[in-house]
């Protein structure tokens, strides 16, 4: 089993196996966020969620460079070989992060991808920036203050770690330490692929086993509460961008996901990723990137 390194890799260096991308830096916006690019055309921005980096992407990059478009997946801050700051983790302010990497490439406006976390990103970005989202693809997440708020009380069937993560402090003293006996039960649940075990533990675990890991992944909770109220406080009206909905097959979630998303879009259609779990890029590469392409076309 070859590990990844959590080493960042200096700027320029080809990505592993993905054959014209290469790993680069943005520090715009306070913070040192790494992120592969790739491909020529229209950029697509794709963000990912907890527990995972810019690898949750690998399987979908190089076909979407095919298909004609420029990839661009970040490491959220404090995950993957992105800077694990003290604060910033509200999701308008790490939009800003990684709206400030689609200004350095040079696009004024960009097809925009989230998912779990990173769509949750992807709202503050499309919300505050609509004239610069050009699509916007939402999967296995809700909104916070339009629907996430409703599924995180256990006494009403929310889930549990939603609270449990947004106490930072507490959840990296029980977690740190213990990262693989936690986050493995995650991972396993969360992706129909048949090596998720394997992958999981050379692609993503050594970055949440790394010190400050676990806790940068918490931080994305720990200001939900304050997203919920500021999304609410700022809310500038549906938006304008056609909007699709995606999540896995096997998640069951599609609907409720839809309801949330409803919310803040009239232009909204859906699809369930066939065969998929939560992470659906890694579970059914070849479907996404076709109903991408189909949709940013």
């Not at 990844?4 to 993905?18: F, K, N, Q, R, Y």
């Not at 095919?66 to 490491?75: C, K």
């Not at 779990?116 to 050009?134: K, L, W």
């Not at 500021?230 to 309801?259: C, S």
Request: hydrophobic share 40%.
């Amino acid at each position: 089993m070859t590990i990844i390194s959590v080493t960042p890799p200096a700027e320029g260096t080809p990505v592993e196996g993905l054959i014209g991308f290469t790993h680069r830096y943005s520090a715009a916006n306070g913070a040192r966020i790494h992120y592969v690019v790739g491909g020529d055309g229209p950029a697509v921005l794709l963000l990912h969620g907890f527990a995972y980096t810019w690898e949750d992407w690998r399987r979908v990059l190089v076909p979407l460079a095919a298909a004609g478009f420029t990839a661009i997946a970040p490491d959220l801050r404090g995950m993957g070989y992105s800077e694990k700051t003290k604060d910033g983790y509200s999701k308008v302010n790490v939009a800003e992060d990684v709206r400030a990497i689609v200004r350095e490439l040079g696009f004024s406006e960009v097809n925009l991808v989230g998912g779990d976390i990173g769509a949750m990103v992807a709202y503050a970005y499309a919300s505050r920036h609509p004239q610069e989202v050009r699509r916007f693809v939402f999967g296995e997440a809700f909104i916070p203050g339009f629907g996430l708020e409703d599924h995180t009380n256990t006494s009403t069937g929310g889930f549990w770690h939603f609270g449990f993560h947004g106490a930072v402090d507490i959840a990296t003293m029980l977690v740190e330490g213990r990262e693989e006996k936690y986050l493995m039960p995650f991972y396993k649940m969360m992706s129909t692929h048949g090596d998720v075990e394997k992958r999981m533990r050379e692609r993503f675990l050594p970055f949440f086993e790394a010190p400050g890991g676990i806790r940068g992944g918490f931080e994305h909770y720990g200001t939900l509460v304050d997203d919920v109220k500021e999304n609410r406080a700022q809310f500038p009206g549906k938006l304008p961008m056609p909007v699709l909905v995606l999540a896995g097959e096997k998640d069951g979630a599609l609907e409720t996901i839809v309801d949330s998303v409803r919310r803040v879009s009239d232009r909204l259609e859906s699809d369930a990723v066939p065969g998929a779990g939560h992470t659906f890029a890694e579970d059914n590469p070849d479907w996404v990137v076709e109903r991408l392409a189909r949709f940013f076309a």
